[in-house]
């Protein structure tokens, strides 16, 4: 009796066995069969992945502060954003959206968001404006402002830039999830007042209250201000650093590697009132660098 329920067991293993050898053979010479796209023999393509970064968008939406204004750029104390570096209109500065999209398409495909004197915080309500133009790119030229500040010690917290930085983006995910984002480095405020105090009626303006935490009693070179400026400098460095951090989190997000902040501004590029602010050619060198990054197949280093 035990060994006939032996032989019985045997046969039936035997017989599963061939069962899943018959299934594995249809498996193997099943790809390419009906319904799976490929054919007899040859394996099936997979899709095409879609391209993370397109270099040239149809639309262009701007946010961020007097930079991207225009400010002092023509007239002293006062918006230009005709000459913006993101979407002006000016032959001579031939901003980001001129060169993208041409002038008879930049006038209708183009808003600028930015106001002057905006600092991160407010950044998520500008975003909030730029993604419901549905544009497929968003320049982003913002922070000079939290670290332009009346005394040191009001600067922005860099905790507190990163939340709102990243409180932006997603701001322009929820109803703009495929925009593309271009994100400039605040420039160097250090090499600006170094450029800026040879000239006497800069310096006069800058009296005004303009970035008083770098500007502020120029031509001291005392300790305290020395090590003041320094503070400047090395927040202006950890936003830059947040704006990479986060930038780099989003797949549609591309950081100017610093672009900006390395550029070497020299008395032509800056606003002939105030000395500080990019006038026209500073305008045309940063629309230069913007849309070299923009069109590049890939990211700064």
């Not at 704006?243 to 780099?248: F, G, N, S, Y």
């Amino acid at each position: 009796m035990a060994e006939g329920q032996s032989r019985h067991r045997v046969r039936r293993a035997a017989a599963a066995l061939a069962a899943v050898a018959t299934v594995g053979v249809a498996v193997l010479t099943g790809c390419g069969g009906a319904g799976d796209g490929g054919s007899a023999g040859r394996p099936s393509r997979s899709p095409s992945p879609t391209p993370a970064w397109n270099a040239s968008p149809a639309s262009v939406a701007a946010v961020g502060d007097s930079i991207t204004r225009g400010f002092d750029a023509c007239s002293v104390l006062a918006d230009c954003p005709e000459v913006s570096w993101a979407t002006g209109t000016d032959d001579a500065v031939r901003s980001l959206a001129l060169r993208l999209l041409g002038p008879s398409k930049a006038a209708s495909h183009s808003w600028n968001h930015a106001v002057s004197g905006a600092r991160m915080a407010q950044l998520p309500e500008q975003m909030a404006l730029a993604a419901k133009e549905r544009p497929e790119l968003v320049t982003v030229m913002i922070g000079a402002n939290d670290a332009c500040r009346d005394s040191v010690e009001l600067m922005t917290p860099v905790a507190d830039f990163r939340a709102s930085f990243e409180a932006s983006l997603r701001q322009l995910r929820a109803e703009a999830p495929r925009a593309q984002v271009y994100v400039s480095s605040v420039p160097d405020l250090k090499r600006l007042w170094s450029t800026g105090r040879e000239n006497a009626l800069g310096k006069q303006i800058w009296k005004l209250g303009i970035c008083r935490s770098m500007l502020g009693d120029a031509d001291d070179m005392g300790a305290a201000a020395v090590a003041r400026r320094d503070a400047v400098q090395e927040r202006v460095v950890a936003f830059n650093g947040v704006l990479r951090d986060v930038c780099a989190k989003d797949r549609h997000c591309r950081y100017d590697g610093g672009a900006v902040f390395d550029y070497r501004f020299t008395g032509a590029q800056l606003s002939r009132w105030d000395w500080f602010h990019p006038g026209r050619d500073g305008q045309a060198r940063l629309a230069e660098i913007a849309y070299r990054n923009v069109t590049a197949a890939g990211p700064p280093a």
